[in-house]
């Protein structure tokens, strides 16, 4: 974790945590509605928790809620008044982009329902996990590459014996003594590592592996030493337990994804031009070398303060491929299909690359190049599946959709309006710090046009609670990383005093019940 502005820390979601938090969603009320446009509780906790929130409207008092729920519902104000036809809407860039989140997110949602009902670990694996869960384990390891595990093959039985552990090392490659770690339940280690280091009881010296870690190789292990905490009190226990039980479900969920993902891979081919590819390769390797995968092909941020709506870093890449002409090159053939340079970027404008090791040597990029690909064609074939499911029209993926369009257009809309009155294209930073005095009375005139379009559950508001910690929420392994678009500073009013209530007339009902029919 890192800190950002003092006291917010930086989460990373697996995609398999990421839908956890919204998968209710749709069982959920409404919070307020705006034309329209809907916020469901869920999306209000979210854009509240998992990006960083402005000073103003920190915290959990009613107050800072009442903010919250009136800066979102401005972000929708704001996205009516930029309209589906604006210079931002009509942008391909943007309308890519805006395609891939809503793909993206259709992919997790068959993520749930296919592993539905199949991720529940038996008791007794819980129990055994959780024998072992208070351990912490030093240890030394070494990873051997795939050109060199016939090294394994020839030691056999010696290679698991801890007496030529070092040997073992130097004779596949290595410098030195093998590097040491300490290593708990918590840490960070690949579902591989993790589950062959917390199984079962390990004792000292016992040499583990070959484990398979993909693109790496295979890790091997030496238990140097070990220490235990064994949990104490009941909550203790019960921590522990339910902690083993997320993971142990977190791994199986990844499993029968991985078959389900199998299963439409199956039969499926890959072959690449090789002349295109190489060419290929080298222009990609200038866009996300220097930047070690910042998948920027589709500037975010440029979209945030409103210049050149649509431009893309890409673009020096593309006139580099029209002038070689290389648009129509055939680059690669999948599953029957001949795909040219110009399919490829095509796919790309809405599924940014994503390398599976963050760092490389530049001779491996053309190797990782290729997993790249591949794993963007993987990830087209599922959206293919979600497509013929109907997922696309589901409620849930309508609103995710909604949410992202709706923050771009406002925040396009902010700086049209910041424009037009003389100030500078970075003046929304000083909006996110104050916005009521740069944009207070703008922002007004609208919640008071469109009063009554507007609807509240001040019930539900008053339910909800925050939690007090600045998070930024990511998931670093899949194409768009951020959950949520960043929070929208589009005012800092601390009072609810327009539209109507909605969960009034159920109260009304009620009285009148109460009171015999009378109103």
């Known amino acids: 974790m890192r800190s950002i502005r003092g006291n917010a820390v930086f989460l990373t979601l697996a995609v398999l945590f990421s839908f956890q938090c919204r998968k209710k969603s749709q069982d959920e009320g409404i919070l307020a509605v705006i034309g329209d446009r809907v916020i469901t509780a869920d999306e209000f906790f979210r854009r509240a928790e998992y990006t960083v929130r402005p000073p103003y409207c920190r915290g959990d008092s009613p107050q800072t809620r009442s903010i919250v729920l009136n800066s979102l519902i401005a972000e929708k104000l704001y996205a009516l008044e930029e309209g589906d036809s604006g210079a931002l809407a009509r942008s391909p860039a943007f ?11 259709m992919r997790q949602i068959l993520l749930e329902e296919a592993t539905k009902g199949k991720t529940m670990p038996e008791d007794s694996e819980i129990r055994g996990r959780t024998s072992v869960a208070g351990r912490e384990y030093r240890l030394s390891f070494f990873t051997v590459r795939r050109e060199n595990v016939g090294a ?52 000292k010296n016992q040499v583990i592996g070959p484990v398979d870690v993909g693109e790496d190789g295979y890790l ?6 070990w220490s235990d905490r064994p949990a104490v009190s009941e909550r203790e226990m019960r921590e522990r337990f339910d902690s083993v039980r997320r993971r142990l479900e977190e791994e199986k969920k990844q499993a029968v994804w991985d078959e389900f993902v199998f299963g439409l891979m199956k039969g499926r081919k890959l072959e690449f031009q090789r002349d295109p590819f190489e060419k290929m390769a080298e222009l990609m390797r200038a866009i996300y070398m220097p930047t070690k995968n910042s998948r920027d092909l589709f ?29 129509g090159l055939p680059f690669f053939t999948f599953d029957g299909r001949t795909w040219t340079v110009s399919d490829f970027l095509k796919l790309t404008a809405s599924h ?13 990029f053309p190797g990782q190049f290729k997993l790249a690909v591949a794993d963007l064609l993987r990830d087209a074939t599922v959206n293919q599946e979600a497509y013929h499911r109907g997922m696309d029209r589901l409620p849930a993926v309508q609103r995710e959709t909604i949410m992202w369009s709706d923050a771009l257009l406002a925040a396009y809309h902010r700086h049209r309006v910041l424009k037009s009155r003389g100030k500078a294209a970075d003046s929304a ?15 007004d005139s609208l919640f008071k046009a469109n009063s009554n379009r507007i609807g509240i559950n001040v019930g539900m508001l008053e339910s909800i609670r925050l939690t007090r910690i600045d998070m930024v929420a990511l998931n670093r392994d899949l194409p768009y990383i951020e959950t949520v678009p960043v929070f929208p500073a589009f005012t ?14 159920r109260a009304d009902a009620a009285s009148r019940r109460r009171s015999g029919g009378n109103p």
């Open 220 to 225: 091997m292990m030496r238990i140097i030493d």
């Open 152 to 203: 394994l093959k020839d030691w056999g039985v010696n290679a698991v014996r801890p007496e030529f552990f070092n040997d073992l090392h130097e004779r596949t490659g290595g410098l030195g003594p093998p590097p040491e770690r300490i290593v708990s339940w918590k840490s960070p280690e690949l579902p591989a590592v993790h589950k062959a280091l917390f199984s079962g009881p390990l004792r």
């Open 299 to 327: 500037r975010l941020d440029s979209l945030r303060t409103g210049e050149a709506p649509g431009r893309l870093p890409i673009d020096s890449i593309l006139a580099e491929i029209r002038s070689n002409r290389m648009e």
């Open 492 to 505: 800092a009013r601390p009072r609810l005093d327009y539209g109507r209530r909605l969960d009034r007339p």
């Open 95 to 105: 309308q890519r982009y805006i395609q891939g989140r809503k793909e993206q997110f």
């Open 429 to 443: 930073a000083g909006a996110d710090r104050n916005p009521d005095r740069t944009l207070g009375a703008y922002t």
């Open 352 to 364: 940014p690359l994503v390398f599976r090791k963050r760092r490389m040597r530049p001779g491996e």
